[in-house]
C-alpha cells in the first residue's frame, strides 16, 4: 500500500540554527498537507501545496513540493524554542477521503 | 462548537475492562476520523465516518474496537476487554465533507492507559 517516509525522525538543534525535514511517497501525491503537534497537545494543520515546484513561506517556515509530486520538505530558517514539537506530513491515500500520515519528524531546540 | 471536542481527556482503566470515547465534530462537518497515536508514534488511522455510515473501518485493530456515529454528530469509540497494548491518545479529526484535499481538525485528544 501506499507509504509517506519522513526523515530524520528526530533533529536536536541549537535556536538560531535551521531545521529541514523531508517527506517522501512511494505514489504521485495530488497535494500535502503538513501538520504541527506540540508536545502534549494535538496535530494542528500549517499549509497545503497543490503544485508541482510550488514553495510556500510563512515567516521562517518554507514548504516545498517537488516537480513530481511525491516528495515534499519543510524548512525552518533561525528556530526559536517555540518551534519545538513533531512535525507531520500527509498526502491522500488510495481513496477519496483518507489522508496517509508520515511518521513525523520531531524537532527539539536547545534555548 | 468552536472546534473539535473529546471527552473524557484522560481515562485510566484495568485490563479487561469496556471503556468508551466520545468526539464531538466542528458543527456541519460530515466527515469524522479516529486515529490512535501510541508514545512518540505517528497517527494511526482507525475509522472514518461520512455521516452516520462508516464506509472505512480498515483501522480498527480488532474486533474488541467499535464505533458509531449519530445524528451526523457526535461519535464515540468504544473498546471492548481493553488490553495494555491498548494504551495510547485516541484522537479525532472532522472535516467539512471529507475530501482528502480538505484540512482536518483534530481534538485534544483521550490519553487512555491501560493497567
Known amino acids: 500500500g501506499q507509504q509517506v517516509m519522513q526523515i530524520p525522525q528526530y533533529q536536536h538543534v541549537q535556536e538560531g540554527e535551521d531545521f529541514t525535514t523531508y517527506c517522501n511517497s512511494s505514489?504521485?501525491?495530488?497535494?500535502i498537507q503538513w501538520y504541527k503537534q506540540r508536545p502534549g497537545g494535538h496535530p494542528v494543520f500549517l499549509i497545503q501545496?497543490?503544485?508541482?515546484?510550488e514553495v510556500k513561506k510563512q515567516k521562517r517556515l518554507t514548504f516545498q513540493f517537488g516537480e513530481a509530486k511525491k516528495n515534499s520538505s519543510l524548512h525552518i530558517t533561525a528556530t526559536q524554542t517555540t518551534d519545538v514539537g513533531t512535525y507531520f506530513c500527509?498526502?491522500?491515500?488510495?481513496?477519496?477521503?483518507?489522508?496517509?500520515f508520515g511518521s513525523g519528524t520531531r524537532l527539539l531546540v536547545r534555548p | 462548537g468552536a472546534g473539535v471536542s473529546q471527552s473524557p481527556s484522560n481515562k485510566v482503566t484495568e485490563k479487561g475492562k469496556d471503556v468508551e470515547l466520545r468526539c464531538d465534530p466542528i458543527?456541519?462537518?460530515?466527515?469524522l476520523y479516529w486515529y490512535r497515536q501510541s508514545l512518540g508514534q505517528g497517527l494511526e488511522f482507525l475509522i472514518y465516518?461520512?455521516?452516520?455510515?462508516?464506509?472505512?473501518k480498515s483501522g480498527l485493530p480488532s474486533d474488541r474496537f467499535s464505533a458509531e456515529r449519530t445524528g451526523g454528530s457526535v461519535s464515540t469509540l468504544t473498546i471492548q476487554r481493553t488490553q495494555q497494548e491498548d494504551s495510547a491518545v485516541y484522537l479525532c479529526?472532522?472535516?467539512?465533507?471529507?475530501?482528502?484535499?480538505?484540512?482536518?481538525?483534530f481534538g485534544p485528544g483521550t490519553r487512555l492507559l491501560v493497567l
Open positions: 479529526a472532522s472535516s467539512p465533507t471529507g475530501i482528502a484535499f480538505e484540512t482536518q481538525y
Open positions: 505514489t504521485t501525491l495530488s497535494n
Open positions: 501545496l497543490v503544485k508541482s515546484g
Open positions: 500527509a498526502g491522500p491515500g488510495d481513496s477519496s477521503y483518507k489522508l496517509i
Open positions: 458543527s456541519g462537518h460530515t466527515a
Open positions: 465516518f461520512q455521516g452516520n455510515s462508516a464506509p472505512d
